[in-house]
């Protein structure tokens, strides 16, 4: 990796076609939901629900990627390419197995789960509806997740943003078209969101696929020159992935619960905490990049035998992510009630949203510097030091939400409160851990 990749300038150009990718996707996340909400509260809070508990499985999938990424970021370091070729095949064939249990999962126990916390008959007709279609993209889904640990760990982030623009234009396109009918589709509603997000990620493999084959990337890397599976690169893969898996499946799990929280206040604080999560995911994206951008950059660096460097970069990623984030959040400030009328037109739910997104305002500034952090410290492969700071902070943040909604009564913007009591605590003790240095040792 290139000297200048370590400067202001450098980290940015690797960040910002993460960035591009991220708002691609988060504006369909956004319009997917500002359709569904022309449905209603009942859709939308559905949809949060059961969108969530989908993507705690997915999570499992992304966590896996993350090592992935971290593996092949180090050996793209260390300029052993061939071995990057035998970690991608192998990573292939893990996250298909791993798509095929969640299938099982979904289709078996979501139901009985989803029936045993929400109270609302209504909400959980229309979560299983949406999970019955959903969970047969969960194959396109780790698939693509496979791709972006490649090219993301050999530093080509261009070719992700491309994906998942492509990815972002089907989804919109299909949306449209299922959720209300048009373009001679069928009226599908709630389901037509989730067959539509199925359609848009069995795109985004295929341009991977030809991408790929017109880049000639698997004559570079040795993509399918190596069909034989080790049980060596098998086991260093979980052994690095399975903590960031189980961290990502308990931090989405975390904000699925906080959700079965809410929904014990009412549909209308559910639908609106929704909005506010859109918003809230939205607003996230530049860290989100960045956050990627680092543990790779971490990975690599140390690959290149530069572990002195790790620190230096890490406090330049924080100072530009801090920067994007204080001038992003000017828009919601500005335009809240502007923004949450995108979403929906009924005045009550708008009025118990508004709160929230000051709310999630003050929460992206402390996320900005710890999500860094957090990051930086799984790409120097202490993943299961990461995976003990998340059930720790995890734990926390659930049990203050609980005590504020429930057994306090606490109104839903005082309940949000505890995402930045969870953010402190993370990039704390990420901090902590990331200036004592005894990864610098660490073998991958």
Not at 195 to 204: D, F, G, Q, S, V
Not at 274 to 289: D, E, F, K, Q, T
Not at 328 to 354: A, C, D, Q, R
């Amino acid at each position: 990796m290139e000297a200048d990749k370590k400067t202001y300038s450098g980290i940015w150009r690797i960040a910002y076609p993460i960035i591009i990718g991220l708002v691609a996707q988060n504006i369909m996340l956004v319009i997917d939901t500002a359709f569904l909400g022309q449905l209603g509260a009942i859709t939308l809070g559905a949809a949060a629900i059961g969108g969530l508990f989908f993507l705690c499985l997915v999570m499992l999938g992304t966590g896996f990627s993350v090592g992935v990424q971290i593996v092949i970021g180090r050996r793209n370091g260390e300029n052993d390419f061939k071995q990057i070729g035998r970690v991608f095949f192998h990573a292939l064939i893990i996250m298909l197995i791993i798509a095929f249990i969640c299938f099982l999962l979904v289709k078996y126990m979501a139901s009985g789960l989803l029936s045993s916390f929400i109270d609302s008959q209504a909400v959980l007709l229309e979560s299983i509806r949406f999970l019955d279609i959903r969970k047969y993209g969960l194959f396109f889904s780790f698939l693509v997740l496979s791709f972006n640990a490649l090219y993301i760990g050999t530093v080509k982030t261009t070719v992700v943003s491309l994906s998942t623009i492509v990815m972002a234009a089907v989804n919109i396109i299909m949306d449209y078209g299922l959720i209300f009918g048009n373009f001679g589709l069928p009226q599908m509603g709630i389901e037509g969101a989730a067959l539509a997000t199925n359609i848009a990620e069995a795109a985004a493999f295929i341009f991977y696929i030809s991408y790929s084959a017109y880049q000639k990337t698997h004559k570079r890397y040795h993509l399918l020159s190596n069909k034989k599976m080790s049980k060596a690169i098998s086991n260093k893969l979980l052994r690095i992935s399975l903590p960031v898996m189980f961290q990502y499946f308990f931090s989405f799990s975390a904000w699925f619960v906080f959700f079965l929280i809410i929904e014990k206040k009412g549909e209308i604080p559910l639908a609106a905490s929704n909005i506010a999560r859109s918003i809230y995911m939205l607003l996230m994206i530049p860290v989100w990049g960045l956050s990627v951008s680092v543990n790779t950059l971490v990975s690599n660096t140390i690959g290149e035998g530069k572990a002195d460097m790790v620190i230096p970069l890490v406090k330049k990623v924080v100072v530009i992510a801090l920067l994007c984030s204080i001038a992003i959040i000017i828009i919601p400030i500005i335009g809240t009630e502007t923004i949450v009328s995108l979403y929906t037109n009924e005045k009550e739910v708008i009025n118990e949203t508004i709160p929230l997104i000051y709310v999630v305002c003050g929460a992206l500034l402390v996320f900005s510097a710890a999500m860094i952090f957090f990051s930086a410290l799984s790409g120097t492969g202490k993943t299961m030091t990461a995976l003990r700071i998340e059930i720790v902070c995890i734990f926390l943040y659930l049990i203050t939400a609980y005590l504020i909604a429930v057994v306090f009564n606490g109104s839903t913007p005082v309940t949000w409160l505890s995402e930045i009591i969870y953010f402190m605590l993370i990039g704390l003790f990420s901090a902590i851990f990331l200036y004592r240095g005894k990864w610098k040792q660490l073998e991958i």
